[in-house]
């Protein structure tokens, strides 16, 4: 059920409640979420390689194209859409500071992992129709960036003390 309910924030996403709805939930079901959006992404390509009959996966049992399947694709595609997901926070930071508004790395990066529903949804659309090139994965980063700038907006400035 929380899982239901993340997917149907994170999708009004940069829509203010939904904002500080998802901000509440723990860091750890946002990852679990993520997992599960990654493995959802790569239900194309393992579908594509299931159904190939050249390649290194060609000619492997069942179980052993699972094992190469997670190692050589989803784990390398977990690794990477966490460290872009980090660059984004990370320079999220930078903007909020030059904002001067109140908020985190932590919830930067939850945020930014949020916004990441919509253009994984579409992709794993696309995929099963269409061949996809690397200029989507470009977009997609611009998507988040341009989505986390629009966020930082929303969150109140500091306080200057005296």
Same mark, same amino acid.
């Given at each position: 059920?929380?899982?239901?309910? @993340?997917?149907?924030?994170?999708?009004?996403? /940069? &829509?203010?409640?939904?904002? +500080? @709805? #998802?901000?509440?939930?723990?860091?750890?079901? @946002?990852?679990?979420?993520?997992?599960?959006?990654? #493995?959802?992404?790569?239900? /194309?390509?393992?579908? &594509?390689?299931?159904?190939?009959?050249? %390649?290194? %996966?060609? &000619?492997?049992?069942?179980? +052993?194209? #699972?094992?190469?399947? +997670?190692?050589?694709?989803?784990? /390398?595609?977990?690794?990477?859409? +966490?460290l872009f997901i980090s660059l984004i926070a990370f320079s999220g930071t930078g903007i909020a500071k030059l904002l001067g508004r109140k908020i985190r790395f932590s919830m930067l990066w939850k945020l930014s992992a949020y916004t990441t529903t919509i253009p994984f949804i579409i992709y794993t659309i696309l995929a099963f129709f269409f061949s996809i090139n690397h200029v989507f994965a470009g977009l997609f980063i611009l998507y988040s960036f341009l989505f986390m700038v629009k966020m930082i907006t929303v969150y109140p400035k500091r306080k200057i003390r005296k």
């Amino acid at each position: 059920m929380i899982f239901l309910r @993340t997917f149907l924030n994170s999708i009004k996403l /940069p &829509d203010k409640q939904a904002m +500080f @709805t #998802l901000n509440r939930i723990g860091m750890d079901i @946002t990852v679990v979420y993520l997992f599960i959006l990654l #493995l959802l992404v790569s239900i /194309p390509s393992f579908v &594509d390689q299931l159904t190939s009959n050249s %390649g290194a %996966g060609a &000619d492997m049992n069942l179980l +052993f194209l #699972l094992i190469y399947f +997670f190692i050589f694709y989803y784990l /390398p595609l977990t690794i990477i859409v +966490f460290l872009f997901i980090s660059l984004i926070a990370f320079s999220g930071t930078g903007i909020a500071k030059l904002l001067g508004r109140k908020i985190r790395f932590s919830m930067l990066w939850k945020l930014s992992a949020y916004t990441t529903t919509i253009p994984f949804i579409i992709y794993t659309i696309l995929a099963f129709f269409f061949s996809i090139n690397h200029v989507f994965a470009g977009l997609f980063i611009l998507y988040s960036f341009l989505f986390m700038v629009k966020m930082i907006t929303v969150y109140p400035k500091r306080k200057i003390r005296k």
